[in-house]
């Protein structure tokens, strides 16, 4: 190729190095995922629950309190996990920001 790069070459290096993550560029489908994945589960276990109500009243209430209160929960604690480790991947670009601009003298 006569020593230019192609834009697949350029991407495979890129891919390969350590110069640019890809998790922000994944971030929110990541999230997306996940929260589907936390509505599906909250959706069977109050389905789970409607089940356990016909035999036993009590532990079926208990156990569509208990999803309802987890689904909750779980969604918060994913959108914590994805802003931490985005605030991370932020925080590396703004070290490498003022790497590249230099000690002040």
């Known amino acids: 190729m006569c020593g230019k790069d192609t834009g697949e070459e350029t991407l495979i290096r890129s891919f390969l190095s350590f110069d640019k993550f890809i998790f922000p560029r994944i971030a929110w489908g990541l999230h ?54 985005t605030v991370a991947f932020s925080i590396d670009g703004n070290l490498r920001a003022i790497r590249e601009q230099g000690l002040p003298k």
């Open 32 to 85: 997306l995922i996940g929260q589907i994945v936390i509505v599906i589960s909250t959706i069977v276990g109050l389905f789970s629950g409607v089940l356990v109500l016909g035999t036993e009243a009590s532990a079926g209430w208990l156990m569509i309190a208990g999803t309802i209160i987890g689904g909750i929960f779980s969604a918060i604690v994913w959108r914590l996990v994805i802003e931490l480790w």
